[in-house]
């Protein structure tokens, strides 16, 4: 189910304090990359990439593809910076506990 406008508008401003947790190189999202994108979705749920200035695809495009292949949603590109987000329902969540992409 898509992110409405409020719920993205919500989580960019949760994704302004995060660092980018993964790096594109010049290869591009390969393989091992996105494998570590899943995880880090996962655990954390909302997630920075950066992408390299050398990078051949744009991010636009990388978000899109990874997005896509991964079930996630592209909350912003901002520069060669992307958020994306994928809720989990695994996680453990008690009332009051912060989001899991704070901790």
């Known amino acids: 189910?898509?992110?409405?406008?409020?719920?993205?508008a919500a989580l960019r401003a949760e994704a302004h304090?995060?660092?980018?947790?993964?790096h594109v190189g010049h290869h591009g999202a390969h393989e091992t990359m996105i494998g570590a994108l899943d995880d880090?979705?996962?655990?954390?749920e909302l997630v920075k990439i950066q992408l390299n200035k050398s990078a051949e695809e744009s991010?636009?495009?990388?978000?899109?593809?990874?997005?896509?292949?991964?079930?996630?949603?592209?909350?912003?590109?901002?520069?060669?910076?992307?958020?994306?987000?994928?809720a989990?329902?695994?996680?453990?969540r008690r009332k009051g506990d912060s989001p899991p992409w704070r901790k």
Request: aromatic share 2%; hydrophobic share 40%; charged share 25%.
């Open 17 to 22: 304090h995060l660092t980018a947790l993964l």
């Open 40 to 44: 880090a979705l996962r655990t954390h």
């Open 88 to 92: 989990n329902p695994d996680l453990e």
């Open 59 to 86: 991010a636009r495009d990388t978000a899109s593809r990874v997005a896509a292949e991964l079930r996630a949603e592209v909350v912003q590109i901002i520069g060669r910076t992307a958020t994306l987000y994928r």
């Open 1 to 8: 189910m898509p992110l409405t406008s409020k719920e993205r």
